[in-house]
């Protein structure tokens, strides 16, 4: 059992100060899961690879969840162990035989994704040529409006998904279609799009399919301003409606940093000030690197333990974590009371998707506290953010 508090302060003054702290909020996480299931017309997976820690899984899992999408053998261990009867779908488009196997055999697992013929008759070979799979073809997309563009390692185009779809049709006792669209995909229409790419994968290989999945790239809102999951629910529905060719099919949907991105926070500890730069004891090693790769999004707010404060105007900083790789920075910029200063404790709010899952023990440096608070998290940076900053897209 984690220890609870009322609100993060309240932990960080029960704390040691040498490490950073990871605050959860179990109803933030239910909540999303419960109104994702609602909104979507179809079924709910969560990407487990986006936060695999057993406190957020159960969560979610409180909130309604019980389809996971799963990439590695860990993870369908991990799930497995967690919810016995609940559905796995091994979504990883390579896997190792043995991975296969046993996510067959002794874990249940009866849908794969693939992108290329070996990975047919790898899973065949794998599961002894099984008769109750649900093979699921992973279509590729182009760039999209996400932040972060995962077009280029997975995915056949239609022409070429066409033929395999035709193969697992033969091989397999249902076949599907999947896309993956980006991570942080801020454009509804993104989906709409994917889908004439689905619906022409469909065409070509004169194959119907038993299910579609629609992938993650589902937006967090850490600004405030991107489209709320039931805007891509609405989008989705419409336009998969408006292909006869799909119609009958099963949709899937596997949302990552949407369900979980609003139900943590990350406390990190200023270690020195120098002008306009501060120096943490967390980085992009640790759990901060999503500072570096999705930049000035996340709300912020600054805990000051030994005296009243801060309260000056909002002033940039830039980020250094606390090892010696010059690569540890995060440039920003970051909006914060001016008179912040050494020994003031950073809470990044929104901080639920990949932080932790993405921790390293480089320079010795791991941060592993966990705690649950009942308070609110700080606020998307559009409520708060200077006027000028906001105006300026920062």
């Known amino acids: 059992m984690l220890r609870r508090f009322d609100t993060a302060r309240e932990a960080l003054e029960a704390a040691p100060p040498d490490a950073p702290l990871y605050c959860l909020r179990p109803h933030e996480f239910s909540a999303a899961a419960a109104a994702a299931i609602d909104a979507f017309p179809g079924d709910v997976m969560y990407a487990v690879k986006c936060n695999e820690n057993p406190y957020i899984l159960s969560a979610l899992a409180a909130g309604g969840i019980t389809h996971w999408d799963v990439a590695s053998i860990a993870e369908v261990r991990t799930a497995r162990d967690l919810f016995p009867d609940s559905r796995l779908y091994f979504m990883h488009p390579v896997k190792h035989p043995g991975a296969i196997r046993e996510a067959y055999f002794d874990h249940g ?34 760039s999209s409006a996400a932040l972060v563009d995962l077009s280029g390692k997975f995915g056949q185009s239609p022409r070429f998904a066409s033929p395999i779809l035709r193969a697992c049709r033969k091989r397999a006792a249902r076949v599907g279609l999947t896309f993956h669209v980006g991570s942080q995909c801020i454009s509804p229409s993104a989906y709409a799009r994917a889908l004439e790419a689905v619906a022409k994968t469909v065409d070509l290989s004169k194959t119907p399919v038993d299910a579609i999945d629609v992938g993650g790239g589902f937006p967090a809102r ?23 060719g799909l119609q009958g099919a099963r949709l899937l949907c596997e949302p990552g940093r949407a369900l979980v991105a609003p139900g943590m926070s990350v406390l990190t500890r200023v270690e020195l000030r120098r002008g306009d730069r501060l120096y943490l004891n967390d980085g992009v090693y640790g759990g901060l690197s999503e500072l570096k790769l999705l930049g000035p999004v996340f709300p912020m707010r600054v805990h000051r333990l030994d005296g009243p404060g801060p309260v000056g105007e909002e002033a940039v900083f830039k980020f250094y974590g606390p090892t010696c790789d010059s690569i540890d920075t995060m440039p920003g910029p970051f909006w914060l009371p001016s008179d912040v200063r050494t020994g003031d404790w950073i809470e990044v709010g929104m ?24 308070d609110q998290g700080p606020v998307s940076i559009a409520d708060h953010a200077p006027a000028e900053a906001a105006a300026a897209g920062e």
């Open 109 to 142: 697992v009866r849908v794969f994704a693939l992108d290329h013929m070996e990975e047919l008759d790898k899973i065949l070979t794998a599961t002894d040529n099984a008769g109750d799979l649900t093979l699921m073809v992973r279509v590729a997309m182009g």
């Open 222 to 244: 850490y600004r405030g301003d991107e489209p709320p999951f039931a805007a891509f629910a609405e989008e989705i529905g419409r336009a998969f409606a408006s292909h006869p």
């Open 351 to 374: 901080m639920g998707a990949y932080s932790n899952a993405l921790r390293t023990r480089f320079n010795g440096f791991f941060a592993d506290r966990f705690v649950e608070v009942d």
